[in-house]
């Protein structure tokens, strides 16, 4: 069965700025110093397993152009641009519709586009389990990632037993957990954390769509079937802005059948922050992740991203620096949270251009 | 007896860079918040007590033109520019040799361009009180700061016995001490920190520059006679080039005889590193020092000298940062010393654009 991708790139993460901006998100950024942006990493290694011609891009429609210039080796018939921000599902509904006119039946693997992977070759083999196992009885497969600490900041997958076929039956999906809670699940052995990647079969996908979700059903169909005609953009606006906003763990994993997980351990970062920086590039016996034109006297722990100027980082200790054109940020590590008061002030002073 | 002032704003200082520059010292730079820079104070602040027309300015030859830019007021002729450095006495030998084609006698008060005075009334005050003991008997005149701590960055004067003319006798002049002598002078009461300003009559210093340092008093005297002439360039060239390099402190103030000093309290300031912008400002309730476009999130005692882009300093505390259009200071306070360090490296990556 053919393998077709479908990457999520609508986000406008705000925990990157001032080098992520609503006309630029995390996504769209190179965070390592091999110069690939978040997007071209997760296409590139897909490439083992998935045709360039099967992978979809759904993004918001400003980033259209963004997307073609990055990646102009994906079809622009694969750019499927969102009029409207409606969470995972919908989106979800809308590739799997547009999919289905060119197969009439695929696996379809759910991925986000901002992710990075260490590991990439246990990525391609964790994702070809995952599809064996969403070929089988109308699977619905997630990927749990292996907890290394008892993080906060994600969503937890409780698991089950082991089934015949190599893969755990999913007991729950659980909320972001205090910390406490992140202990006792960290030492149970009996939770993943959840990475926000499915593989399933685009005939599961829709049938439960059309059981779980009928309103965005219809709406999704009619998309699809006007996909490659004339009418296509004013049937997706139309159908599109008039979707509810869902997400599809809440609109299908949580009430699905036949949900799964695969244990997946692939040195995966959701980079959530400019903490990661220092975490997935190498750093200098003083652990500072410095790159561009940075003078660093005595500092230690520092990340300095350096833009057209000089940086002078001198005696710093636990600080990140980000510099752009026409803004810099100074912020301790500790703080790597309040960057969104930043934007949140940008804001309220009407300052557009600088968010 | 007129009362005339010599500046000194020949020096290079480092400790404020990225804002100073070779091409403009800290005397040429602005850091309060009124925008008057260093050296416009020290002018404005004396004028109750001199003439502007009475006023010299000593500089390099490479900053005549900031001088006369940022002082327009005084006469170009009191502009004196230095073809080289070569310390404190030779300056002041060329100055006194200058103004005595104006007058035969007069007070010559020599102040530092490059200093705060927070009461100036008092300043005013002792500077006259100096003037009086200076025209009796050959009196030279230093002005000493009452210590308010055991600084180990200043030199001190060890005064004794109070005179008859309201000034105390010069015992010695010692060197920067360590923190232990440093504790000693300031717990015994017969220590003040030598702040640099001398008040004498022209011709004790004269007489001073001829006796103890014949060779310069012989080509300042030259100078003094070319002054005013179609050659005074040429001799000034020559004569000043070829002074040997010598400080006043060590050249006159501790060989010579009658020796006084004016203790003053004026809330004197030397300004000597970026530190020091907290200290001269008004700062908020966090106690930050913040100017230009800044956003500060969760900052404590931080210091922000923005420039023309947005700097948001999120949970920073004891931190300094400066901008510019080339180049980007953050520097702990703890650290405000190794800016240097960071001038160095420019200049062995032959960067001297931005030293």
Redesign the interface.
């Known amino acids: 069965m053919k393998t077709t991708a479908v990457i999520m790139a609508g986000g406008r993460g705000e925990r990157f ?2 080098k992520s901006r609503n006309s630029c998100p995390k996504q769209f950024l190179s965070l390592t110093s091999d110069g690939e942006t978040m997007i071209q990493k997760t296409v590139r290694r897909l490439l083992p397993l998935v045709d360039m011609s099967d992978i979809y891009i759904v993004t918001n429609a400003a980033y259209g152009s963004l997307v073609a210039e990055q990646l102009p080796d994906i079809p622009k018939e694969n750019i499927l641009s969102e009029p409207a921000a409606r969470n995972t599902a919908p989106c979800i509904a809308f590739a799997a519709a547009v999919i289905n006119r060119k197969y009439d039946d695929a696996i379809m693997m759910v991925l986000p586009s901002d992710h990075l992977i260490g590991l990439e070759d246990i990525y391609i083999n964790t994702l070809k389990k995952a599809a064996r196992v969403a070929e089988q009885n109308g699977n619905l497969v997630t990927i749990g990632i292996t907890p290394e600490y008892p993080e906060t900041g994600y969503g937890y997958i409780n698991f089950g037993s082991e089934d015949d076929n190599g893969a755990y039956r999913v007991k729950r999906f659980v909320e972001k957990p205090d910390l406490a809670t992140a202990e006792m699940y960290f030492t149970s052995g009996k939770y993943l954390w959840n990475s926000g990647m499915f593989v399933w079969k685009l005939s599961t996908i829709l049938d439960n769509i059309k059981r779980l979700m009928p309103d965005i059903y219809e709406g999704a169909v009619k998309i699809g079937e006007a996909y490659g005609t004339d009418s296509f953009n004013e049937v997706l606006v139309r159908e599109f802005t008039a979707f509810r906003s869902e997400s599809v763990d809440f609109g299908i994993m949580e009430k699905a059948e036949n949900i799964y997980t695969i244990p997946g351990s692939f040195g995966w970062d959701d980079v959530g922050s400019w903490l990661a920086v220092e975490r997935i590039n190498k750093t200098d016996s003083d652990k500072n992740y410095i790159t561009g034109d940075v ?1 660093s ?2 500092s230690r722990h520092t990340t300095v991203c350096g833009g057209k ?9 636990d ?1 990140i ?1 980000v ?1 752009t ?8 590590k ?3 949270q ?2 969104k ?2 934007i949140a ?2 804001r309220e002073q009407g ?1 557009n251009e ?1 968010v």
């Open positions: 700025w001032p003078i006297v005595a100027r000089l940086i002078a980082a001198v005696g710093l200790e600080v620096i510099d054109d026409d803004a810099v940020l100074v912020c301790s500790n703080s790597t309040d960057v008061k930043v002030q940008l300052r600088l």
